[in-house]
């Protein structure tokens, strides 16, 4: 079994080909990968049985699952280190808002406010109450957008990370919370924060609140539909 397993490269080759060619045999996926017919075949079922392909009438296509993938794959196919879109909450319960401090890195160990990564096919005001609700335990309600805005992290002179952020805001009823997995979570005073008089705050966050924190935007969202290649516009 073993002369069947495909390297990674030869792996990523394959999603690669479907990614590019819809309903395509299987002769021009050997041709198109060189990848020899019994090792080709064998990770071709695989990816049938893991419902990342489907075989109609003996042409190749990717199921609908794997296709919501092309957009992070493409970023691998072409070596580059995408921005990455995140979603920020500022959490306010009357004078006090509510802040992270994270356990990871990027920004380990400083205070800064709630942020996360959609999921596919949520919108903004979910992702963010999630995030809320994940991180802190509290079940906080979205009330307006503040911003879009582009961040960058230098380190010796070269940029490391790079964020799309787009600020909300959100209002808490109550002010129980409870510690998670991402981080410590505390209640501050707003005007403290604002004013910079506690320790170890993500500066740039900082800048958010003076700069974003009373303003509004909108956020328009387009939902499209594919049907047999065709696009519309619900």
């Keep these: 079994m073993e002369e069947f397993i495909l390297s990674n490269k030869e792996r990523m080759l ?3 080909v479907l990614c ?3 309903n395509i045999n299987f002769n021009k996926i050997m ?3 060189q990848i020899p017919s019994n090792k080709l075949s064998y990770q071709l079922n695989l990816m049938k049985d893991k419902n ?4 109609n009438e003996s042409l190749y296509s990717l199921t609908l699952e794997a296709e919501r993938l092309i957009p992070y794959f493409s970023q691998i196919f072409k070596k580059e280190v995408g921005v990455l879109p995140v979603i920020l909450g ?3 319960n009357g004078k006090k808002i509510l802040l992270l401090q994270r356990k990871k890195m990027p920004y380990k160990r400083y205070w800064g406010l709630f942020g996360g990564k959609q999921i596919s096919g949520e919108t903004i005001p979910e992702t963010i109450e999630r995030e809320v609700l994940e991180e802190s335990n509290l079940k906080a309600k979205f009330t307006k957008y503040n911003a879009v805005v582009y961040e960058r992290l230098k380190e010796q002179g070269r940029f490391k990370h790079s964020f799309l952020f787009v600020v909300t805001s959100l209002k ?3 002010l129980t919370i409870k510690e998670q997995n991402e981080g410590k979570v505390s209640w501050f005073s707003y005007s403290d924060v604002l004013n910079n008089k506690i320790s170890g705050l993500i500066p740039s966050d900082i800048e958010f609140l003076r700069k974003y924190a009373d303003k509004k935007i909108d956020i328009d969202e387009v939902i499209m539909e594919e049907k047999e290649d065709n696009l519309t516009l619900q």
């Design 90 to 92: 500022i959490v306010r």
């Design 31 to 33: 041709r198109l990968t």
């Design 20 to 22: 590019e060619n819809k």
């Design 172 to 174: 808490a009823n109550t």
């Design 14 to 16: 394959i999603f690669k």
């Design 52 to 55: 990342f392909v489907v075989n």
